[in-house]
């Protein structure tokens, strides 16, 4: 029985509604990859829209090496990686403690304590940031690589914690019980129980502790003004922000900034999703 | 014996707490009383002063007409920002959830944004809005607005006062909405199919199904999703730094912009401080009473 070929037009329809959303959402990547691969001669805001004539990497290597009057993102690259890696291994390892105790070693206040640890992750830091200038001068680490991961780090704990304590809260009773009975303490339930089954969750935790702190701008622009120690979403706003720097170099400097987290959410999405969710308190 | 025995596993366990209470007591709950007691005081210079002043600088805060733009502007913001990336949040994941070929492939290019920091995003979208000019020709959207037929649409988007702040709303909702469609999505996704069968089967059409069935069983997801994009909303500062700056005649200044300027440029810290304080209790209203609602009713199950 079958009906012969009629198109289904609320299919397409479907379709061409999503294709159409799509083209919203990466209009602002085509913009910036057509550009950083046009040349200077070839840039020009009327033709903005236009795809390049010639390939050309140049605007790569002037954002990444400077040029006339500026200089270049290469060394805040590095600066990003040095904050963003001790810090999220850091706020990773602390939330997982939390996580586990929280978890499977409850106690009177416990709840009101995790309540009072979750509240940290969503106040603006605005509110504690002049405090916390004055704080890491007097420890010496103000406009240092150091400082910054300091803050990254205590401010990631709510985070981390709640994504932990989510995570183990699935893990059964009778693993950690039976552990128990084999004579196993606190430490020993997490060393043997815990931790084996952990890198899922690590695996969450550090991938939404890298994307945020990469991504992080207030703290950068508070702590670390010093060109040296820079951040790149700092050193981006001020290449952008310059007259004197080309249009392709800035969409190039951008698309740069903008890979390490890409990449990672491109080949990690599902792990990414998952801190998403856990972000909002559901687990 | 035994009672000593588990003396020690819950010393243990506090110790391993210890390190991460001590750092959020001081960091966070130290430093807001710190930034209290700032908001009172006469440091409106480099140098601290911690002469207590009371409320001057909150009376001083709320005549300053920057600040009216600002509040006005956060709530305009706010307002577009939060129903564009839920309608748009929501849209999307019913149509994606619809048995769609590909679907991944959609899913992933409508979430990327999220994996972007808002300093990006604003560089991006500061040339995408950059109208171009009558004499030389629009650019931008402008100019796309013009290739396909909608120049009517044509807008000074940041550059006009009277647009302003939601220039960077259209930006904001760019960002977050795929946000709000993975949590519906993930939501639509928890709803037994059976449950949508018998309503049709009652005689219900596909639109009262979402209308009657669909939407209410989704409504902790509204509500999760109101409270991440509010708070998120109210702190917006990165985004209004690469995009616009307080822009023309205020337009699209805000008090998180406000605050630092006041704090970190003018060195008025007792006034930054101030404003701080009002973005904390603004944040707050909406937090709190979430917070100790959803791990009271976790407690519960």
Redesign the interface.
């Known amino acids: 029985m079958r009906v012969g070929k009629r198109i289904p037009w609320q299919r397409v329809l479907?379709?061409l509604?999503?294709l159409g959303?799509?083209s919203?959402?990466?209009?602002?990547v085509y913009?910036?990859v057509v550009t950083s691969l046009k040349s200077f001669a070839e840039v020009n805001?009327?033709r903005?829209?236009d795809l390049p004539h010639s390939f050309s990497l140049e605007s790569f290597r002037k954002a990444l090496l400077g040029g006339f009057g500026f200089t270049g993102l290469a060394h805040n690259f590095v600066n990003s990686f040095y904050v963003a890696i001790p810090a999220t291994l850091a706020s990773a390892f602390?939330g997982s403690?939390?996580g586990?105790?929280?978890s499977k070693?409850r106690?009177r206040g416990s709840?009101t304590?995790?309540?009072?640890?979750?509240?940290?992750m969503?106040?603006?830091?605005?509110?504690?940031?002049?405090?916390?200038v004055?704080?890491l001068m007097k420890l010496g680490l103000y406009g240092s690589i150091p400082g910054l991961i300091l803050?990254h780090?205590?401010?990631g704990?709510?985070i981390t914690?709640l994504i932990f304590r989510n995570y183990y809260a699935t893990v059964p009773r009778e693993l950690v019980e039976a552990a128990r009975i084999d004579g196993a303490?606190?430490?020993g339930v997490y060393t043997r129980i815990m931790l084996p089954v952990s890198m899922p969750g690590f695996v969450v935790v550090m991938i939404w502790q890298f994307?945020s702190i990469?991504?992080?701008?207030?703290f950068a622009?508070?702590i670390a003004q010093n060109p040296a120690v820079q951040p790149v979403?700092v050193a981006?706003?001020n290449l952008?922000g310059s007259y004197i720097v080309e249009?392709n170099v800035?969409?190039a400097g951008?698309l740069m900034?903008?890979l390490p987290?890409?990449l990672?959410?491109?080949f990690l999405?599902r792990y990414?999703?998952r801190g998403?969710?856990a972000?909002?308190?559901?687990g | 014996m035994r009672k000593r025995w588990l003396k020690g596993e819950r010393f243990v366990t506090l110790l391993l707490l210890l390190p991460s209470v001590i750092a959020v007591s001081v960091f966070v709950y130290g430093f807001i009383g710190w930034t209290g007691y700032v908001s009172m005081s006469n440091w409106n210079q480099l140098l601290p002063d911690y002469t207590f002043v009371g409320l001057r600088n909150f009376f001083k805060l709320f005549a300053h007409p920057r600040f009216q733009i600002d509040l006005k502007n956060l709530a305009v913001f706010t307002a577009l920002f939060l129903t564009g990336a839920l309608s748009i949040g929501f849209l999307l994941a019913v149509l994606l959830d619809r048995k769609i070929r590909a679907e991944g492939l959609f899913r992933t290019i409508y979430l990327y944004p999220m994996s972007l920091s808002f300093i990006v995003t604003g560089v991006v979208w500061r040339w995408l809005m950059n109208p171009g000019s009558p004499q030389m020709g629009s650019t931008g959207i402008n100019l796309l607005l013009e290739k396909i037929g909608l120049g009517f649409l044509k807008s000074g988007w940041y550059t006009d006062p009277r647009v302003g702040i939601k220039a960077v709303a259209v930006a904001a909702v760019w960002q977050m909405s795929g946000y709000v469609m993975a949590m519906y999505l993930a939501g639509l996704r928890g709803i037994p199919e059976t449950l949508r069968e018998a309503a049709r089967v009652d005689g219900a059409s596909e639109w009262q199904v979402y209308r009657y069935v669909i939407l209410p069983l989704l409504r902790p997801i509204t509500l999760g999703a109101i409270i991440i994009l509010g708070h998120i909303s109210l702190k917006i500062y990165d985004l209004i730094v690469a995009m616009t700056g307080p822009g023309p005649g205020f337009s699209s200044d805000v008090p998180a912009y406000f605050m630092w300027e006041t704090a970190f440029h003018a060195n008025r810290f007792a006034q930054g401080a101030a404003i701080a304080v009002i973005l904390l209790l603004m944040v707050s209203l909406l937090i709190v009473p979430y917070l100790i609602f959803s791990v009271r009713r976790e407690a519960e199950v």
């Open positions: 479907l379709y509604v999503l959303f799509a919203f959402y990466l209009m602002p913009v910036l805001l009327y903005m829209w602390l403690l939390n586990y105790v929280l070693w106690f709840n304590l995790f309540t009072l640890l979750l509240f940290g969503f106040i603006p830091y605005q509110s504690i940031l002049i405090p916390l004055q704080t803050a780090t205590v401010y704990i709510p914690t303490g606190v430490l994307t990469w991504n992080d701008f207030l622009v508070t979403t981006l706003n952008a249009w800035q969409m951008a900034a903008a987290t890409l990672v959410y491109i999405g990414f999703m998403l969710l972000g909002s308190l559901k």
